[in-house]
């Protein structure tokens, strides 16, 4: 029997664009005709999933996965500034988790806080790189199979990670056990219009080829649809908005450079037939070691004094406001939500 829709459990839902899943596997993206909510149908499973992200994922030179995750270093240490102060409003101490917090760059930062902080990412190189370079503690596993206590956090960070769980809602009922009563959660994921209208596009012109969904991406999400989640889920939200406004603007169509958005199919995908490989084999600690040694070497030539200033961090967030409106305006490349367990 098919499953229900996430958002309002229609019981039907219609195939609408065949895509190339970071270039390893194609799937169909269904639509419900209810709510329109969009997804990866039928689901991955746990090992699915976790076979999208080995160690080329975060490789620069791969083809497939994140274009180039150091360029995120001193991004991430930026945000790390202002959640450092946030957090100290909270309290002088508490325990906070980021969940799929990749190469641990925010970590890194937040450790400054004085906080107990923690990591948890599905991708084995990510937890190896986070442990390893930054001392922090990470955890190899989905938030499900992690199994935390209850209760067992004050802050909870998911950057860019619901769109990548198989079933977001009891992703996000999961998020609320480990959270206590009272507990704030800070989530940014993408506007599912945003991150599928170049595809469409794309998918007119490509033939027999489907584009490449290289993130690999399983939810799309509107702002209704994140508003009925967050409720039915136990949480409370305080602040919605739409941030990146001109990257929203282009890869909705609305300014050139659309194509931007759509990386060309240049690995030979597998079926979309159930698979239960995990990790592939080449995934082995000198592997690890020597993709961490080039992410190292990136991070150091990539590195620009005056993006460490604080001067700079507040101009940066500066620029950051003009580029963000309300949630209701749907513009924007992403929801940046803060919200709070009821």
């Known amino acids: 029997m098919p499953e229900p829709c ?32 969009r997804q990866v149908r039928p689901r991955l499973t746990a090992n699915q999933i976790k076979a999208l992200y080995p ?16 360029r995120e270093f001193q991004r991430r240490q930026r945000e790390a500034y202002f ?57 190899c596993a989905t938030l499900e199979e992690a199994r935390f206590p209850d209760g067992a956090f004050d802050v909870v960070i998911q950057k860019d990670l619901l769109e990548h769980v198989a079933d977001p809602r009891s992703h996000l009922e999961e998020t609320r ?35 490449v969904l290289d993130q690999g991406h399983l939810s799309f999400f509107g702002r209704e649809h994140l508003r009925r989640l967050f409720e039915e889920c136990g949480f409370r939200c305080h602040r919605m908005r739409m941030i990146g406004i001109a990257r929203g603007l282009r890869a909705l169509g609305h300014l050139p450079g659309q194509g931007r958005f759509v990386r060309p199919a240049t690995s030979e995908e597998t079926p979309s037939s159930p698979s239960t490989a995990a990790v592939p084999a080449e995934d082995s600690a000198d ?8 992410i190292d070497q990136d991070i150091a030539t990539r590195h620009r004094g005056f993006k460490s200033w604080p001067p700079y961090f507040y101009y940066h967030r500066a620029m950051k406001q003009v580029d963000s409106l309300p949630a209701w305006c749907d513009i924007g490349y992403d929801f940046d939500c803060v919200l709070e367990r009821e």
């Open 6 to 37: 996430d958002i309002c459990a229609a019981t039907e839902m219609q195939a609408v664009l065949e895509v190339s899943l970071i270039g390893r596997r194609r799937v169909q993206v269904h639509r419900c005709p209810r709510c329109g909510f």
């Open 55 to 70: 160690s080329d994922y975060f490789d620069a030179a791969s083809p497939v996965g994140y274009a180039d995750y150091a």
């Open 83 to 139: 959640l450092n102060r946030w957090l100290r409003r909270l309290g002088s101490r508490g325990r906070l988790l980021e969940v799929g917090c990749a190469l641990g760059f925010l970590l890194s930062g937040l450790k400054r806080s004085g906080w107990h902080v923690q990591g948890v990412d599905a991708s084995a190189f990510a937890a190896h790189y986070a442990s390893t370079r930054y001392d922090v503690d990470v955890t």
């Open 177 to 211: 056990r480990v959270l206590r009563p009272g507990g704030w959660l800070r989530l940014v994921t993408p506007n599912g219009e945003a991150n599928l209208r170049p595809l469409v596009a794309a998918s007119r012109n490509a033939g027999a080829t489907p584009p």
């Open 287 to 294: 592997r690890f070691e020597g993709l961490a040694a080039r």
